[in-house]
């Protein structure tokens, strides 16, 4: 199982990727990881981990944990048809993930969405 997030400070959190942080009884998915374009630029164990990836597994047993009701989901990158819905540039390489991410948001009741991966503002 993923680590526990850490209390840096009473309103400072350490977000561990992979979990499901409750705060006041409000739910969030939290997984930072995806595929990075420039991987084939980088050196395997010095700037880049597979570990940059999330561990699908891992996300499953604690959505399943909690009956796969989710307040808030945070990722860094969003569903499959998120992609194609907002029209956005798929990332080559990305596609394992965001089809994850897809069965994610078919099976997981969620208020919303949030991701930064493309860096644009839209909703």
Request: glycine share 2%; net charge positive; hydrophobic share 40%.
């Amino acid at each position: 199982m993923a680590e526990k997030s850490i209390f840096l400070r009473s309103n400072i959190i350490h977000l561990m990727h992979r979990q499901i942080l409750t705060i006041k009884n409000i739910h969030f998915l939290l997984s930072e990881k995806a595929f990075s374009p420039t991987w084939q630029m980088r050196v395997k164990g010095y700037n880049w981990w597979e570990t940059e990836l999330p561990n699908n597994q891992e996300v499953l047993l604690n959505l399943k944990a909690h009956n796969f009701k989710i307040d808030y989901i945070l990722t860094h990158t969003c569903p499959k048809s998120t992609v194609y819905y907002m029209n956005l540039p798929p990332i080559r390489g990305e596609l394992d993930l965001t089809e994850f991410l897809q069965l994610i948001e078919n099976q997981v009741s969620h208020k919303h969405w949030y991701f930064g991966h493309f860096h644009c503002e839209k909703k």
